[in-house]
C-alpha cells in the first residue's frame, strides 16, 4: 500500500503509505536485514520472537534497581506488617499483571538462580529475569514488553484463554516503579517526567526524549547529549496498542512511523547499561524475530456468535461502509476526510463484497488495511499526543540509525556514522536539517491520528488513543460519554489487602462493546483540576500540567502514589486531567440510536 495506489472517486483514500526500509525506494540501497524468504523461515522468526518476549529483557539492566530481593519484599511497600500467603495473586491485583502462560522463574530466598536454572519462584507476565549475552543470569529483574502489551479479557471459568497481543488497560508501571523505590531505598521514585501516571496508560513515548540524552543517536552508545528539547509539549499519556493490530497497519506511533521497521520497536531495550553500543546494535535481527511474532498474530473472536443479530449486523455493514456522516449538510463545521465520508473512509474495509467493489477500493487485497491519517482539525480528540515530536526533534530522528540513515548511499561509518557527534548534530536540529544524511523511517509531519484498524475492535476497550472512553457505544454517541469513571474492581481478600481491576467479560459490557463502568460526579469548585481526587500536591500538579503542558515537556508532572487513596485515584480515568480529555470523532453525532446498534453488531464480527 504505497503512493500511487489510490483511484479517483474510491470509498478510501489512504494517505499513511507504507515504507519499506528492507528494500527503500532509491537513492536508498537494500537493507543487509531482509524478510523472511519462506514460510518455514518465517515460522522460525515467528517461534524465535516469541521465545524472546517471554525469557528476555534488557530494559534498564545494569543498574540493578530491581532484584529479587526487592521483588520478594514488595510487601512491605503495601503497608503490611507481614508478607501475605496470597503474595502472587496481589502482585498480580496492585500492578495489573497477570500470571505467565510459560516458566518465567525468579529465585526464592537461598537459591542461586544459575545453579536452579532461573530459580523456583514463577514471575507474572511482563516481568522477567535478565539474562547477559552468554545466557547467564544477572541477578537483576525488570520490565519486559508484555507488562504494558499484553492482557487478558475475560477468565478461564468463562471459557477465555490467553491472547497474545491484547493491550493491557490494567498495568500500572508507576505504582511498581513506586513500591521498588520504596523497598529499595525506602522513599518514593521521582522522575523528571511521569512515566504512568494512571493504570493503562503510560507516557512511554517520553522516553524517545531521553533516549536522545542517555545514548547516541547514531552509534547507540551510551553518553551524555544534547539533544533534549523541553521546549516541545508533553505527549502525556496514552493507551497501549493491541499487537494483534500490527499485520493490518501501515504505520506505528499513531500513524508517523512506518510499521516495517523494527528499530522504533527496540526502544525500551535500547535503555540499558549492561551493553555497548555494538551489543545494542546487535539486537536488530532479534527484534525481526520479534516483528515477525507480532505480525502473527490476530485478535480473538467475539466470545458468543450465536448471540449476534445477524440481520442487524448485516445492515451495520451497510451503514459502515455507505453511510456518509456529511450528507445533506451535516457536519458542515467538520472538514471532511478524503474518500465517501463513511467509517470505512478512515478505518478501512472489512466486508468482502466491499473489498471487491472497484469504487471502494482499488484492490480486494487491501481488505483490512488501515492506512488513513486523519487530520486534527477533522478527528479532534485530545491533541497532546501530537506533541511527541518538536522540529528539532524530527531532525534529530531522521538523520540517525532510528531512520536507518546508513541505508543512505553516502553515508560511511567514518562520516555520519563515527561516535562523537553530539554538537555537530546539536547544531544541525536547530538549523532544520541539510548537513546531515536522512534515512528512510522518516517522520511523518502530519498532525492528527491514525485510524486503527477494527479487527479485535470488540476486546479493545478503552477507546480513543489515550483510553479515555469506556465503550464502542460512547464512541458512537459522545453525549454519552462520562467525563470521570471507574471500570470494575475484583473484590481484596482481605481487609488492607489490594483489589485490581475485574479483568473478567463479567466485567465486560458485550451489548455496548466496552467496560461496565461507575460514573463519579465532579465536584463544584474551579474547572479542571478540582475534580481530580486525589492531595493537593497532585491537584498543583495537574493544574500546571493543564495550564502548560501543551507546551513545555517539563512542565507536566505529577505526584508519586504516596497512600492508598492516591492508588485507587489511577483506578480512575478522569477527562480533566492533561493529555486524557474524551472529546472529539463527534462527526457520530448525526447517527440515530438504531444506527449505532446496527454498527455495534457489525463490529462484533470482526
Known amino acids: 500500500m504505497v503512493e500511487g495506489i489510490n483511484q479517483p472517486g474510491t470509498a478510501v483514500q489512504f494517505n499513511a503509505y507504507w515504507i519499506d526500509v528492507h528494500n527503500p525506494l532509491p537513492p536508498y540501497k537494500p537493507n543487509p536485514l531482509q524478510k523472511a524468504a519462506t514460510c518455514g523461515e518465517w515460522r522460525a522468526q515467528v517461534a524465535a520472537g516469541q521465545a524472546f518476549l517471554e525469557s528476555t529483557s534488557y530494559f534498564m539492566a545494569g543498574l540493578h534497581l530491581f532484584t529479587p530481593r526487592t521483588y520478594r519484599k514488595l510487601w512491605k511497600a503495601w503497608g503490611l506488617e507481614e508478607r501475605p500467603a496470597n503474595f502472587d495473586e496481589e502482585v498480580l491485583k496492585r500492578y495489573g499483571l497477570f500470571a505467565a502462560e510459560f516458566r518465567n522463574p525468579y529465585p526464592l530466598e537461598g537459591e542461586a538462580p544459575n545453579l536452579t536454572d532461573g530459580g523456583s519462584g514463577q514471575l507474572p507476565m511482563g516481568l522477567t529475569m535478565v539474562k547477559n549475552l552468554e545466557g547467564k543470569y544477572t541477578g537483576e529483574l525488570t520490565v519486559g514488553c508484555s507488562f504494558c502489551h499484553d492482557s487478558r479479557l475475560g477468565t478461564d471459568a468463562e471459557g477465555q484463554q490467553f491472547h497474545w497481543g491484547r493491550g493491557s488497560n490494567y498495568f500500572d508501571i508507576g505504582v511498581f516503579v513506586n513500591d521498588n523505590a520504596k523497598v529499595l531505598a525506602g522513599i518514593p521514585a521521582v522522575v523528571p517526567f511521569p512515566f504512568g501516571t494512571n493504570a493503562g496508560v503510560s507516557n512511554a513515548l ?77 539486537l536488530e535481527p532479534t527484534f525481526e524475530n520479534v516483528d515477525a511474532f507480532m505480525n502473527s498474530l490476530a485478535p480473538p473472536p467475539f466470545p458468543y456468535p450465536e448471540l449476534i443479530d445477524l440481520p442487524l449486523a448485516e445492515a451495520g455493514a451497510v451503514l459502515f461502509h455507505s453511510r456518509d456522516l456529511w450528507s445533506n449538510g451535516s457536519n458542515s463545521h467538520i472538514p471532511k476526510p478524503a474518500g465517501n465520508g463513511s467509517c470505512a473512509s478512515c478505518h478501512g474495509v472489512y466486508s468482502p463484497r466491499y473489498a471487491a467493489d472497484p469504487s471502494m477500493l482499488p484492490a480486494p487485497r487491501l481488505k483490512g488495511i488501515a492506512g488513513v491519517n486523519t487530520p486534527l482539525e477533522t478527528i479532534r480528540t485530545d491533541p497532546e499526543r501530537t506533541n511527541v515530536m518538536s522540529e528539532p526533534m524530527k531532525v534529530a530522528w531522521n538523520t540517525s540509525w532510528w531512520a536507518y540513515d546508513e541505508l543512505h548511499p553516502e553515508w560511511t561509518r567514518e562520516g555520519q556514522g563515527r561516535p562523537g557527534q553530539t554538537l555537530e548534530r546539536l547544531r544541525n536540529d536547530l538549523a532544520g536539517g541539510g548537513q546531515r544524511l536522512e534515512g528512510p523511517n522518516r517522520w511523518d509531519d502530519m498532525i492528527g491520528y491514525n485510524a486503527p484498524s477494527l479487527y479485535g475492535v470488540w476486546a479493545a476497550a478503552p477507546f480513543f488513543h489515550n483510553g479515555s472512553v469506556p465503550t464502542v457505544w460512547a464512541v458512537l454517541k459522545p453525549a454519552d460519554r462520562p467525563n470521570i469513571w471507574q471500570p470494575p474492581l475484583t473484590e481484596p481478600v482481605a481487609p488492607g489487602l489490594n483489589a485490581g481491576l475485574d479483568s473478567s467479560l463479567a466485567a465486560y459490557d458485550l451489548d455496548n462493546l466496552g467496560w461496565r463502568y461507575t460514573e463519579i460526579p465532579c465536584q463544584p469548585g474551579t474547572e479542571k483540576w478540582s475534580c481530580n481526587p486525589t492531595n493537593v500536591f497532585d491537584k498543583m500538579l495537574s493544574w500546571l500540567a493543564n495550564a502548560l503542558g501543551d507546551k513545555f515537556w517539563l512542565a507536566y508532572q505529577a505526584m508519586p502514589p504516596l497512600t492508598q487513596k492516591d492508588l485507587e485515584a489511577r483506578r480512575i480515568v478522569n477527562t480533566h486531567e492533561f493529555s486524557r480529555g474524551n472529546e472529539g470523532h463527534d462527526f457520530t453525532e448525526v447517527l440515530s440510536d438504531q444506527e449505532r446498534l446496527a454498527l455495534i453488531e457489525y463490529m462484533k464480527t470482526l
Open 206 to 282: 517520553g522516553v524517545i526524549d531521553a533516549l536522545f540524552v542517555g545514548f547516541d543517536a547514531e552509534t547507540l552508545q551510551l553518553r551524555l547529549g544534547l539533544e533534549l528539547f523541553p521546549s516541545h509539549g508533553s505527549e502525556g499519556q496514552v493507551k497501549t496498542p493491541n499487537w494483534w493490530s500490527r499485520a493490518w497497519m501501515t504505520r506505528l506511533f499513531h500513524g508517523l512511523l512506518s510499521s516495517d521497521n523494527v528499530r522504533s520497536t527496540m526502544a525500551l531495550e535500547m535503555a540499558t547499561f549492561m551493553l555497548s553500543g555494538e551489543e545494542r546494535r546487535a
